[in-house]
């Protein structure tokens, strides 16, 4: 079984920066591309910034300049690096992963976390 978990969220002022990180554990063979999204209360869940097995990196234009996504493939980690926060990037971070199995290829989720940006 797969397990990714995030940690790293908290509460911050307007302009500040944080760091938040998730890690995949259990049984797999291989990670393929990894992204963190985010959701705020009654919106939809969206993509904030993804990165390839191969370190290629695609931002939501509403966080480019400011938030920068890398991996070290030997821990099975993902960071996201949030830099110049505003009150709108408040929200819960979601980490996925594609993984591949003895089974075959699948997306695993983390259970979140929050990140607050106060003004």
């Known amino acids: 079984q797969v397990q990714l978990v995030e940690s790293g969220g908290g509460l911050v002022q307007l302009g500040g920066s944080l760091r938040v990180s998730c890690v995949v554990s259990g049984s797999f063979l291989n990670i393929y591309d990894m992204g963190w999204y985010r959701q705020a209360p009654g919106k939809q869940r969206e993509l904030v910034a993804m990165?390839?097995?191969?370190?290629?990196?695609t931002y939501a234009d509403s966080v480019k300049g400011r938030f920068s996504i890398s991996r070290d493939n030997a821990k099975n980690t993902a960071h996201l690096q949030l830099d110049s926060l505003k009150p709108e990037d408040t929200a819960v971070y979601y980490c996925n992963a594609y993984v591949s199995t003895d089974d075959g290829v699948f997306i695993t989720w983390g259970q979140g976390t929050q990140v607050t940006v106060s003004s």
């Open positions: 990165i390839s097995d191969g370190g290629g990196e």
